[in-house]
């Protein structure tokens, strides 16, 4: 399975202005010069949503000598989030309460598939990461745990984290964190086409976008950052809700796909202008980091891109370049007579079932679950991520931080779940996120397929995969 991009670019891009840069925007060529002699949003593995991950943490035992109840961890975290989750394994494992748990590494594209063989195997961990949106496809290989929750866990995370956790009335796993998508933009480019949009107005939104194409050398918006059917995906949702459409129509047992009509059809035109009729966007992918390259480069005036987006800006030092400044904004600028909810999702722990798992070892499983996800205020930082409990959430050492006070990236989206505007993509008992489905997405926006039948394609075997459930 292919995954979008959540970490560092391996290299900065070569840009159009790079080719013939002349005094009036030196501090441009400053930067890419920096970039290019620090390999900037260079190596570090990838960071963010999904990314591979190296070596296990170990077990121990109790001060008395006895043996703790040691615990299997499946995660696919990389880079900063990686560093993050084993700190919070050490921190947990370091109160010796008679619990050690062990993490295993899996890289993200293998993942689903290695851990329904576990669990066929009898070999499954007690815990594994994976999205929250993904319960229902989880449900028949996961222990629900309501009756190992602590009191009152409910009410520990934000309700849209917490009742997108749930299959049939029964909770499958605890979020991590929420993380959505919204639009970042490069002060400099808008400045350069003198424009400051009203990002809620289509009119004003893509007034401004004619005027990057006219005023500058930059290309306007990209809806798209990575070459996968699910980053097509996770951006085709905010249009199409905003159009007033939806994945899917009906009860789970009974989804009914019709994007290929109504709001889906609009929705997916405007997509596929933006690289067409519009202009705004380039039809070719150079690399999955290209558009992140372009928006440091000041070639890309605007971004539809995730929270843990920005970690792609940093150096290998881990800064954010000085001299750039963006801004962080609700992605509700498109039209329709639909609502102002944009896409959202969590990285969450699961149960997996086995047999040979004793019901003190899921005990442990659960309370440690609940442990990393109500005490991990550097998740924010680590990710980008807002975390999903609330009080983590609100916590002094997130709301000090620069991606909450200096940068909005977490704060914004506090807000937008706070204010009832994210949602998570349908829970069905498919791989909903497979290149299979949403492929035909990627290629229409890169030109490669008109609309119509990009729809068609998606329909036609969407439909009877939910229809099979």
Sequence with gaps: MAIENCGRSPQAATSRRNQASSDSNSTVTSRRALLGASGAILAGGLAGCAGLTGGTVSGSSNDDGSDDIQLEYWLYFGAQENEEMTSLVNEFNSQNNGITVNTQSVPFNNFLTKLFAAVNSGSAPHIASYYGSYGRHLEPICNPIDDYLSKGTKNKYFQVAWNNHQVNGQTY??????????????????????????????????????AIISETNSNALSMLNGRAGQSALRAYIIPLIQAGGQIVEGEPDNYRVTINRGAGQKAAQLMADVTGRFGWDKQTFQSDFGRVNDFLNDDLGMLIEGTWGVNNFETEDGDLPEDLSFGFHKPFMFPGNGEDIAWAESNSMYFPRNDAHSDDEIQAAVKFAEYVTQNNTSWASAGGHLPAAKSVATSSEVKNTDLWKKYGTISTMYDMVTSGQVEYQPRTSIHLNSNQYWLPLYEMYLQNIDVGPALDRIVNSLQPALSNQ
């Design 173 to 210: 796993a605890l979020p991590l964190d929420i993380h959505g998508k919204a639009l970042y933009t490069n002060d400099a480019v808008l400045e350069e086409a003198g424009v400051d949009p009203d990002y809620t107005d289509w009119q004003s939104f893509s007034d401004a976008c004619d």
